[in-house]
């Protein structure tokens, strides 16, 4: 079809996260005539930057001012409370829409898949950000923080969030958006040791410069790793030559220098200590119905520079702990109508156009796809960006050949939705909430108090 100004391009996106947002931005700036209707599942957008963001990063946050500009743009709508699958399928909405763009994240964790992982105390990284965050469906979730040791296995980004939140003290926190319900337990927390376990070395740890950094910064908790694990073979001495990995050699750097201050200043004598783990890979996770204990494998690194894995050179230690925090990335869910690889846990697709399965190149008329649940759960915010403008290049390609759909007509849509009793939340409707959570926070010296059930936020609109 042939947009005109009479007759748009219409296109839904399906989650309102970093993603969507700039898949959003690319319709609307690129000169066609498209409009955006965004879906989200909750009645507030943002996905990952509102629920997955540490609270300690306001300034990460900021990006929600781009996408307040985003919604500005003429053109633009946001319904929030849908369910892309279950409240409408994806075939309804095929008759409103020339175009759906699947933008939905990586929801889900993957598993360690080793013995104990079920046991009481186990839990995913996912859960806790989500908890701490005020995810609705997360928030009654239980953590038991009455234990002295807790373990994260990764070296992840998210692992670091998860170290950090558990290592800093209430008083840390107490002025950032973390949900009061997370900040009551975290204040009661018996934790003295944190461990980051990495299956590999120094030099290929997925955290960034910015965020380990940070760990020199803590307000009562000492760093602690040995400096034997920051020596380097080889191959890894070659990695760090190439200038792709600059930020690898600036971790490296960043570490040396925890050691060194640590070694002058002999630890400070903080309550607690984040032990920095390398080369060891969990093993099994022991307990009487809850977690006591995690046995750990020490690796070694075998392969080419830049594809080195850790082999288990079965030598065993084991740590008492009370917890286990699982932080080894996200993972894509299916939706209902939409073909999906689950063994990548991503929508099987060509640069951002949705095929029928992994491995052909039978493309689904307009569906397509961007962000995680394309490519998989990497990269930061940012990388969103290039990632949204390669999808929306290849929709604009096929313009031709998109059939146009039945009624083109978003009022059409919502009275479809009224009749299935659903409430959609526009993002006037989201200000309201918006307001009222910013309200809340400030009574408490906090940039907000979320709501953290779905009830409490419709309730502001009643
Ligand atoms: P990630 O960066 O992919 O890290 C996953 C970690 O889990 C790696 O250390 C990986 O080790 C390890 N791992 C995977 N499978 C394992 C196994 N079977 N046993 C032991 N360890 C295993 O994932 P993430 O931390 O979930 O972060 C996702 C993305 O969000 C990243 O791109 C991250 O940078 C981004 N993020 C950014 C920020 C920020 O900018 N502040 C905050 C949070 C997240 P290997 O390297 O050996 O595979």
Redesign the pocket.
Known sequence: MLPTEQRPLRVAIIGSGPSGFYVAEALLKSGSHITVDMFERLPAPYG?VRY???PD?PK?KNVIKVYEKIIERPGFHFFGHVTVGQDISVEELKKFYDAIIFACGAET??H??IPGEGLKGCHT?TEFVAWYNGRPEYRHHQFDLSHETAIV?????????VCRILSKTADELKNTDICQHALDVLSQSHIKEVHM????GPA?????P??VRELEEFLNCDVVLDPKDLELNSASQRELEDPHNAPKKKNLEILKHLVASAATQQQKGKAKKLFLHFLK??HEIKGNGRVEKIILEKNELTGEPGQQ??KGTGLIEELKCGLVFC????RGVPIPGVPFDHEKGIIPNIKGRVVSSNGTTKTCPGLYCTG?IKRG?????G?NKADAEETVQHLLEDLNQLPACEQPSTEGLLGLLRRKNIRAITFEDWKKIDAAEIARGQKVGKPREKFVSIEEMLSVLK
């Open positions: 990952l997955g963001v540490a990063h990460i964790d993957r360690l898949n990284a296995i990764g070296q992840g980004n998210v692992a670091v969030d376990i990495g299956r590999r290929q740890a997925a955290f960034t910015i965020e890979s969990p894995k850790a932080s080894i990335g996200y995680w759960p990497v990269g930061i915010i990388t």
